[in-house]
């Protein structure tokens, strides 16, 4: 039931924008594989092999650090209400850091938010849907607010020395180049 493809479909990318929520997977050759929920409006679509998203500030920060010794990268999303499917987009990321040429293109992308950390982009190799039968409907609700009351409390100092406490290195102890692409 599943099919493969080589690039972003308009149909693959109205599906995509329609979700609230994908999932992001990342590992090196040795270590944990790290698979992490995003919503928060973070994806954009920017061609048929080619897709951002943002990372804000948060407990961990695997992504950044697997990407830097293997840059695979698999996007997941699945349709919760509508019709059933499972679309994965397979491909090679990197972080772009605030002191990357191209950070301030692409995070306008998104507008300002408090707590970016990094944009990831992903230059998409394969795309695969499968059926999504056994996916369960779910009600959207709206968006949590915490994370951005919390980011906004902190303030942009704040934000920085809890990179600086907890995201420059991920749990297996791989650097992430928070601080240093970041300055």
């Known amino acids: 039931m599943s099919q493969l493809f080589e690039e972003i479909s308009d149909r693959h990318r109205a599906f995509i924008e329609a979700q609230k929520l994908f999932f992001v997977a990342t ?4 270590g944990r594989i790290n ?3 995003k919503g928060m409006d973070a994806l954009r679509v920017l061609g048929p092999n ?8 948060g407990s961990g920060n695997e992504s950044a650090a697997h990407v830097q010794v293997d840059p695979r990268m698999t996007l997941m999303l699945c349709a919760f209400e509508g019709s059933p499917m499972i679309l994965r987009l397979y491909g090679q990321a ?8 191209d950070w301030p293109a692409l995070s306008a992308l998104f507008g300002d938010r408090m707590g970016a950390r990094q ?7 394969s795309v695969q849907t499968s059926c999504g039968f056994a996916v369960p409907l779910f009600d959207y609700q709206g968006e949590r607010d915490l994370l951005v009351r919390w980011a906004d409390k902190k303030g942009e100092g704040g934000i920085r020395d809890y990179w600086a406490e907890k995201n420059q290195t991920s749990i297996d102890g791989l650097p ?5 692409k970041n300055g």
């Open 119 to 125: 944009v990831f982009d992903l230059a998409v190799e």
């Open 50 to 57: 080619r897709v951002v998203w943002l990372n804000l500030t």
């Open 176 to 180: 992430t180049g928070i601080v240093e």
């Open 94 to 101: 990197r972080a772009v850091h605030r002191s990357d040429a």
């Open 27 to 30: 590992a090196t050759a040795e």
């Open 35 to 37: 698979l992490s929920p």
